[in-house]
């Protein structure tokens, strides 16, 4: 188990957080409700040394098939070879967040709740910069990458992308939303913010 070398902040739910003024405000990690997907909800260990948050994509590994085993598949953020699914904060009571980062994280050797792909979840993600005009009105379905370097959906395919599954569907976008901006490894929230409600 990892240890923690910093000072977690106290979290709280706010109050009369469930209103109708989030209608198109996402927030990054945090799926829209869905008794359907919801079942398929599942639960792995961070692998590696990296911190991980909701909303992006990640590597799904199988289990060590040792005795007793009973932590889950592993969990690595997502390369330009292999992406599984989406981590989100759905049910993820174990999240840290710190005075010198803003965004609640999931360190290496926590849990961490994901879905696969093929859960018809519906998570909302960063869009990169200029990519909102090209998602209005236009088909749902589509060519779509995410890039592993800038976590967030794009539009072309780099050195840094992997294209996404051809049945995750782009529901919505929304340029008033409150994503996650990584900074050389710090993390804050970015509000207001171009982001896409997709099923994965």
Known sequence: MSTVS?????MTQPQNSFILQTNNRWIQGLTKDDWASRAWLRSGIIGGTVSLWGGIAVAVNTPSATPNNRQGDEIVPA???????FTV????????QTPGSQVPTFPAGFNVPYYLFGSNARVPVPLAS?????????DISGTFYWDTANYNLTLTSSSTTIE???SVRVLQVSE??????????????SDPSDAALIVI
């Open 89 to 96: 904060y759905d049910q993820g009571i174990n999240a840290i």
């Open 130 to 138: 200029g990519v909102l005009a090209s998602l209005e009105n236009v």
């Open 79 to 85: 390369t330009t070879t292999q992406m599984n699914g």
């Open 6 to 10: 910093f000072n977690p902040a106290l």
């Open 164 to 166: 996404l599954p051809s």
């Open 176 to 189: 008033n939303c409150r994503m996650v901006l990584n900074t050389s490894g710090v993390l804050s929230w």
